[in-house]
């Protein structure tokens, strides 16, 4: 009886207190028991003095949410009461140190206290940094770049930039920088506020705007009319004669052939006009700003007024005018004609793996930098049509067979790496009537495009095919004869080792009607089976050309 009685008092007294409660309740939970915490909203416990961190008590029963207790909290640092009286502490202390905070909560069930350690760190100095929007700091000539402004702290400050030492504008964290001259130029980005001034710099690389894009080489009107540059940017924007635009003078009358390397463009002319002889021009490859021209110690030499190639091998230039090849040393100005240097004028040289590749009927010879002769020689058996550098340092080779075949080379040991053959009937649009230093086969990784027409008088189907090599399988891309506003193609028909573009250069006709000519670029949609419906019109620049010599993408050469 005694104990009912006990039971009956206890159901009633925890009714009272937790007006919401059953007896039945309380017999699952057992003892009410309360627990309490201390996190911080920054999920750090440190804090830079006089600086706030906010923190929170968090309590936690063992009581259904439906129970309402009445609570209170108080909040101490290092032993002393604190204001506040809830469970939200914003912490700020000037003492740099550890810090105990206690947090404490009381109710029905009881008192807890629940501690922490709160470090507080000296103020860090001010931190200034730079940043690109762009996640580099390369920008080509006159496109621009934005700079942001980056600090270690909130607090109100001053904002100053500088390019090359001369202030902005600008007076946020925001600089967009363009500039004009390539190069390497210094920004500055300068933070003042309580903390003290700091600046960060960074170094912007602005390269020239004719490092990338496309180039088409003009002979020129034979005897008449100087050979001259077009250049069409990535975004299609075109530049006729871009190298009297950008230096005033033109080349050589009938320009041949153009060559990239060591951060140049150099370009050989026939120069037939004594008054005009600039034979070879060397031009900055991304400014096209005019760093030399050795007319006058070539035609010293008297050896090189005739079709010709251009290639270079660090300080040599290799010329091969009337099927024999030359070196001329930049530095000592020594011509020399090379030992067993025989080489085809009309097909473009190549250099690969620093060597010189070049064609000489059915054998491709390899030359090297300092040797006077020639330094191995590879037989293929019939005639070679064409050779072009392969992406990792390699070359691909057209071989005149029947089919015809295109073989990888080891450009270090010379040994055949892959072969493939093309459909029978298919040609790399070689002739032996070729008149200019064309190229035949263009490599993009491990696919190769090329046409069956490279020059022609009156076409009427230009095919593009796209050849697997290692898969051995040779699409046909389509005719884009029609999608050409005129049909004699003079200058080649080109594929871009990047985007897989396809550039044409053709005439209207001879006379007069060179001067009504197209680049024109087209482009396509790679699938299982490409096919002339894939072929897509992109643009047609109409009258620029002076009897094309050739197109040229910097990104084919070593």
């Known amino acids: 009886m005694k104990v009912k009685n006990f039971l009956a ?39 830079v003095k006089e600086k706030t961190i906010t923190l929170v008590g968090v309590v936690n029963t063992n009581l259904s949410a439906s129970y309402n207790l009445a609570s209170t909290y108080s909040w101490s640092i290092d032993g002393v009461v604190q204001p506040t009286t809830d469970t939200v502490l914003i912490f700020t202390n000037a003492v740099v140190g550890e810090h105990t905070v206690a947090f404490t909560a009381t109710n029905e069930i009881g008192t807890k206290t629940a501690t922490t350690v709160v470090k507080v760190l000296e103020t860090p100095p001010l931190d200034v940094s730079i940043k690109s929007r762009t996640g580099t700091f390369d920008v080509v000539q006159e496109k621009t770049i934005t700079l942001v402004g980056m600090q270690n702290t909130d607090l109100p400050s001053i904002y100053s930039w500088s390019i090359d030492g001369v202030t902005q504008s600008a007076t946020d964290t925001i600089l967009n920088f363009t500039h004009t001259v ?9 933070v003042t506020n309580e903390l003290g001034t700091s600046s960060a710099t960074v170094v912007i690389n602005v390269k020239g705007k004719y490092g990338t894009g496309v180039f088409v080489l003009n002979e020129g009107s034979a005897s008449t009319e100087n050979g001259s540059l077009i250049h069409i940017s990535t975004d299609g924007i075109i530049t006729e ?10 080349f050589g009358i009938t320009a041949q052939h153009m060559f990239f390397a060591n951060g140049k463009i150099y370009v050989v002319s026939k120069a037939t006009d004594a008054t005009k002889l600039r034979r070879v021009v060397v031009l900055n490859a ?14 010293a ?49 190549h250099a690969a793996n620093h060597k ?7 054998r491709v010879k390899v030359f090297e930098q300092g040797k006077d002769t020639i330094s191995n020689l590879i037989d293929f058996g019939a005639a070679v049509q064409s050779i072009a550098r392969a992406d990792d340092g390699n070359i691909f080779v057209a071989i005149g067979k029947s089919p015809i075949e295109i073989q990888k080379i080891n450009t270090t040991d010379y040994s055949t790496i892959s072969t493939s053959t093309l459909p029978a009937g298919i040609s790399v649009g070689y002739s032996a009537m070729m008149l200019y230093n064309l190229q035949c086969i263009w490599p993009k990784g491990d696919t190769i495009y090329f046409s069956n027409v490279q020059q022609s008088y009156s076409a009427t189907t230009i095919n593009v095919y796209q050849h697997i090599h290692t898969a051995n399988i040779t699409y046909t891309i389509g005719n ?16 871009h080792p990047k985007t897989g573009e396809i550039y044409v250069s053709a005439i209207q006709g001879f006379g007069a009607a060179y001067r009504t000519n197209t680049i024109s670029v087209l482009k396509f949609t790679s699938g299982a089976a490409p096919g002339a419906n894939n072929i897509k019109h992109v643009e047609d620049y109409l009258n620029y050309t002076r009897f094309a010599a050739g197109i040229y993408f910097p990104e084919s050469y070593e």
């Open 356 to 362: 010189l590749f070049a064609i000489d009927g059915n």
């Open 241 to 250: 004669n871009v190298e009297t635009v950008v230096n005033g003078n033109a």
């Open 480 to 495: 884009i004869s029609p999608y050409l506003p005129y049909s004699m193609v003079y200058g080649g028909v080109a594929v």
């Open 301 to 349: 030499a008297n050896k090189f007024g005739n079709q010709s190639n251009i290639a270079v091998l660090g300080d040599e230039i290799y010329l091969n005018p009337q099927n024999q090849l030359y070196s001329f040393n930049t530095v000592t100005k020594e011509v020399i004609a090379i030992k067993n240097g025989t080489c085809n004028s009309s097909v473009r040289m």
């Open 182 to 190: 390539a190069g390497n130029h210094t920004v500055e980005f300068t």
């Open 286 to 299: 991304e400014t096209l700003e005019e760093i030399a021209d050795y007319s006058s110690d070539l035609t």
């Open 9 to 47: 008092l206890a159901c009633a007294a925890v009714t009272i207190a937790f007006a919401t409660i059953s007896c039945d309740d309380d017999k699952n939970i057992g003892s009410p028991s309360l627990d309490v915490s201390i996190k911080s909203r920054t999920g750090t416990f440190e804090v």
